[in-house]
């Protein structure tokens, strides 16, 4: 028996140990490190592999759900609208499109405000600037901000693109 494992096998296990244990101490510790990485690799193979089967028949479950229920509901649907056709009858219209009638049949009160004449307001006119790259999106420093107020251009710290302001464009033009 011991000799026909030794014949299908290909290599006894006296053979391996007798070699492992000539080794030197470093490489006994090599080839050691090295089954047990393999053997954590293919456990980890295996993880993932169950892990994508598991993956798979549940995307191909939930689709096959989703089928059945358009199904289903086309069907529904088809006979419905035979009935309603054989009867005679409307078909109902749906909540939502019912709701958004009355709520634009109704009319809409304005709101007054109030101010009482003790509140004062300052309002103080600031000049349109524009606060954001239009190249890359990068928010202006304050000192761009005064520059672009100051001379009607500016660089951006980030792309380095030059842009004008709004109004000197329009002047120039």
């Known amino acids: 028996m011991k000799m026909v494992l030794q014949q299908y096998s290909g290599l006894s296990w006296q053979v391996f140990v007798s070699w492992f244990l000539g080794l030197p101490l470093f490489g006994q510790i090599l080839v050691a490190v090295g089954l047990v990485t393999i053997i954590v690799l293919v456990f980890i193979g295996i993880y ?26 086309g069907i529904f649907r088809v006979f419905r609208g035979i009935y309603h056709a054989f009867s005679e009858k409307e078909e109902p219209k749906e ?53 672009l107020n100051k001379d009607g251009y500016a ?19």
Do not use: D, H, W
């Open 48 to 73: 993932y592999l169950l892990k994508g089967i598991g993956y798979l028949i549940y995307y191909i479950l939930k689709a096959i759900y989703y089928i059945i229920r358009g199904v289903i509901i």
């Open 95 to 147: 909540k939502k499109t019912t709701e958004l009638e009355q709520e634009q049949s109704q009319p809409i009160e304005a709101q007054k405000e109030q101010i009482s004449p003790v509140q004062e307001i300052i309002v103080q006119n600031q000049p349109k600037t524009i606060s954001y790259c239009p190249e890359c999106g990068v928010e202006f420093t304050e000192i761009m901000s005064n520059q």
């Open 155 to 173: 660089y951006c710290t980030f792309c380095g693109e030059k842009f004008e302001s709004p109004a000197t464009t329009a002047a120039e033009s």
